[in-house]
């Protein structure tokens, strides 16, 4: 079992998303929403380099999710991890298609890659607006973390990757009542409703209660919305569900929208 397993997020949200998890000798980047200006001066604040990972994961195509993902494959070389239906809209994407080809590397829905000595992965499929979207399981030897974001509603699937997790992170990205108030159009509100949309506070916090389990040590609520949530709400959601199902000794937290997160070591 790894002993000094740390995850930081560096954005997370429509301003772009990035995140690392890793011992600080091995280490996965998980989607490339941050240029890589940013990215070594977030990882070099924490004694961190560019050597201190040696794979990306992407989750889907979203610009705020792949914005750089170009200059990483150009510059750093590193594999680039999804599934083949993904891969095959990055092949297309303005931004990446003319560097992704020599860092392609396929992880099949619902199969565990080694795509590190020790580490694992095994994307599922989750609900959203892009071509394919997918959370991931990830085995980093022996501690198992998932992360989903950018969903519309939470699948059995996922529930049941969840359960076998220490660490989870989820997406609360909005309230209700700030969404159906707030200044969005009509279309943009059906959109983010839609299964194919968002996960607001309530149903994140319902998928908690059917997530927890005994292993359960850490949850991060990520990827909220500047316009139509605030930490608080969202903080305040997900922990009453827990409280509810006796599980008040989670360690919940929300990440930052635009600036990184401090450096968890995770339990």
Same mark, same amino acid.
């Given at each position: 079992?790894?002993? #000094?397993?740390?995850?930081m997020?560096?954005?997370?949200?429509? +301003?772009? #998303?990035c995140?690392?998890?890793?011992?600080?000798?091995?280490?996965?980047i998980?989607?490339?929403?941050?240029?890589?200006r940013?990215?070594? %001066?977030?990882l070099?604040d924490?004694? *961190?380099s560019y050597?201190?990972?040696?794979?990306?994961?992407?989750?889907? +195509?979203h610009?705020?999710?792949?914005r750089?993902l170009?200059?990483?494959? %150009?510059? *750093?070389?590193? !594999?680039?991890?999804t599934?083949?239906?993904?891969?095959g809209?990055?092949?297309?994407?303005t931004?990446?298609r003319?560097?992704?080809?020599s +860092? =392609?590397?396929?992880?099949?829905?619902?199969?565990w890659?080694?795509?590190l !000595?020790?580490? %694992?992965?095994c994307p599922?499929?989750? $609900?959203h607006?892009? #071509?394919?979207?997918?959370?991931?399981a990830?085995?980093?030897?022996?501690? =198992?973390f998932v992360?989903?974001t950018d969903?519309?509603?939470?699948?059995?699937?996922a529930?049941e990757l969840?359960?076998?997790?220490s660490?989870?992170?989820? $997406?609360?990205?909005?309230?209700?009542?700030?969404l159906m108030?707030? !200044?969005y159009t009509p279309?943009?509100?059906k959109?983010?409703?839609e299964?194919?949309?968002?996960?607001? #506070?309530d149903? +994140?916090?319902?998928?908690?209660?059917?997530i927890?389990?005994?292993? *359960?040590k850490?949850?991060f609520?990520?990827?909220?919305?500047h316009?139509?949530n605030? $930490?608080? *709400?969202?903080?305040?959601?997900?922990?009453?569900?827990?409280k $509810?199902?006796g599980?008040?000794?989670?360690?919940l937290?929300?990440? !930052?929208?635009d600036?990184?997160?401090?450096?968890?070591?995770?339990?």
């Amino acid at each position: 079992m790894i002993g #000094n397993l740390k995850f930081m997020s560096f954005h997370s949200g429509s +301003c772009g #998303n990035c995140y690392y998890l890793g011992d600080g000798k091995k280490g996965l980047i998980i989607d490339a929403g941050v240029s890589l200006r940013r990215l070594k %001066k977030y990882l070099g604040d924490r004694g *961190l380099s560019y050597d201190s990972f040696g794979v990306v994961l992407i989750t889907h +195509c979203h610009l705020d999710h792949i914005r750089h993902l170009g200059s990483f494959c %150009k510059k *750093l070389l590193k !594999p680039v991890y999804t599934t083949p239906m993904i891969h095959g809209a990055l092949g297309a994407h303005t931004f990446t298609r003319d560097h992704i080809g020599s +860092c =392609r590397k396929i992880a099949d829905l619902g199969e565990w890659t080694e795509v590190l !000595p020790g580490v %694992k992965v095994c994307p599922f499929e989750v $609900e959203h607006d892009a #071509n394919q979207t997918v959370g991931y399981a990830i085995d980093f030897d022996g501690y =198992r973390f998932v992360i989903m974001t950018d969903l519309g509603r939470v699948s059995d699937e996922a529930v049941e990757l969840s359960r076998t997790a220490s660490t989870v992170v989820i $997406e609360s990205n909005y309230d209700v009542d700030q969404l159906m108030t707030g !200044p969005y159009t009509p279309e943009l509100k059906k959109r983010i409703l839609e299964d194919s949309g968002h996960l607001s #506070n309530d149903d +994140c916090a319902l998928a908690l209660k059917r997530i927890a389990h005994d292993g *359960l040590k850490n949850v991060f609520l990520c990827h909220r919305s500047h316009n139509n949530n605030t $930490e608080k *709400l969202a903080y305040n959601c997900s922990k009453t569900a827990l409280k $509810e199902i006796g599980r008040d000794d989670v360690v919940l937290r929300v990440l !930052p929208r635009d600036y990184p997160s401090q450096e968890f070591i995770l339990k």
